[in-house]
């Protein structure tokens, strides 16, 4: 492919020399496609310089040429261009965030990786979370193609799989735990509690909390049960199936209402010939309110949002506290960054 657009190149400029080298020819004459010839001499080397840089890539068995980070001990406050933390930690610097070092301190868990899940999964590991555990039993299909960072050479693959492979490039520093498995099948639900159990950075304690970006309310309400057994806050992430609207609610055992509040309870079957909509706009949004909540929770700043409403017809937001349904009992948990 080089050597053709070389030689492409080669005889483009041959003609346009000759062309306006010879007296009388018609390029003399015509001085307009002279500059037409130049012009196209000067893309087509542009475009050579590209394909040289996409052989350069692929020049090895492994793809593309990737630059790994060494794992950092501490994070520093040195505003460094070499430093990828810098960012992070002016928030400490600035006074928004007392202790900022201490997001790798927490393990958080989160259920279904499509186009809500991928993006908190991407945006704690962007943010310096300790650990992850990432749970769902699906595959990428090139229909994902629209709202998560998978890419269609990875079609077939295990989405948690992926996940990984994508968000451990990223940071190396943020430990990964995957489950490929559906959490609400009855054969995997003692698994699925146990892995939640022991899910903190020692092995022994349980996650700091739990993130479900599910489309499946037999799921949500597991999910809602094991915050409870284990007093484990929850965040539930939800997009309609239009796509025009989405929620996230915090559940706290014992301190807030439960999925009872939740605005969006019901989701399209799935069947052969239809699915739901989607938009990686609405779910980017939803993602990021969840991910930006579960940073206030555990690192304990700003106002946490315990239930937040978004209409994307409208544009509008609303908030609201949601209180515990008397009939159910249970103790609260401690607030991490209290």
Known sequence: MVALAVAVLMALTWSAEMDGGIPGGPAADIKVTTSDLRGQVGRIQNQV?????????????????????????????EPQDTNPYSRLMALKTMGVVKNYERVRDFSVAVIGVGGVGVGVVEMLTRCGIGKLIIYDYDTIELANMNKMFYRPEQSGWNKTMACR??????NPDTTFEVHNMNVAAEENRVKFKETLQSGGLD????????????????????????????????????????????????????RTGGLEAAPIKSHMEK???????????????????TGQNVLKYLLGFGEVAFLIQYNAITNDFQSRMTYPDPRKAGGAPGTPGA
């Open 49 to 77: 310089k590209e394909i040289q840089e996409v052989v350069r890539m692929y020049s090895s068995t492994t793809g593309p040429r990737r630059v790994r980070r060494t794992k950092i001990d501490v994070m520093s406050q």
């Open 165 to 170: 492979h994508y968000c451990s490039e990223l």
């Open 203 to 254: 092995r022994k304690s349980s996650v700091s909390m739990m993130v479900g970006c599910v489309d499946n309310m037999e799921a949500r309400q597991l999910m809602e049960q094991m915050s409870e057994e284990l007093q484990i806050p929850y965040i539930d992430a939800v997009v309609s199936d239009d796509a025009m609207s989405g929620s996230v609610q915090l559940i706290i055992p014992g």
């Open 271 to 289: 069947r052969p010939g239809a699915c739901p909509a989607s938009l990686p706009t609405t779910d980017s949004i939803i993602s990021g309110i």
